[in-house]
């Protein structure tokens, strides 16, 4: 028997207000630890640090992939929180700027939704450790909002021109 679907997590979350248990709608977040704590008037994704999480053990640095989950989980669930979609939105493109290394320390994340419609949302997302005045990464995530029934809207057919070269 499985477990509750991420559409019936995502419903309980809303309905009792409790922001821990988006992290459980899926397994990479779970696996990676990643939180999520109210702040002021929104809520911030805390990535805590553990030393598996580091890539580069000269320096020593987090390493760039778990930077990068942790900004796509932030917007994941700044979207899921903050708007009405039914189901965990799906990635079209990151693209993630690498600002300082960062460093062995507990790492925090939070997004803002730039601009959403019914079917696509562009969301900025910033890390920092220490001090959000100084991000460590930053990324603008594009995504595809679940449609009716919690499948993805199929993409519009885009008409050709007759006679030109489309």
Wanted: neutral net charge; aromatic residues 6%.
């Amino acid at each position: 028997m499985t477990g509750p679907s991420a559409a019936e997590r995502i419903a309980a979350a809303r309905a009792s207000g409790d922001l821990a248990s988006l992290t459980q709608t899926t397994p990479y977040t779970r696996f990676l630890g990643i939180t999520l704590e109210r702040s002021d008037d929104a809520f911030v994704c805390r990535l805590p640090y553990r030393a598996d999480l580091i890539g580069n053990p000269l320096l020593p640095a987090l390493h760039g992939g778990v930077i990068g989950a942790l900004l796509e989980s932030a917007a994941i669930f700044h979207l899921i929180w903050e708007s009405d979609v039914n189901a965990i939105p799906k990635t079209i493109n990151l693209s993630i700027d690498y600002l300082r290394p960062g460093r062995p320390l507990d790492t925090f994340a939070r997004g803002v939704a730039t601009k959403q419609g019914r079917r696509v949302a562009n969301v900025r997302v910033e890390a920092w450790q220490e001090a959000r005045e100084r991000p460590i990464a930053a990324a603008h995530c594009h995504f595809l909002l679940a449609g009716e029934g919690g499948a993805s809207a199929p993409p519009s057919p885009v008409p050709l021109r007759e006679g030109g070269d489309g």
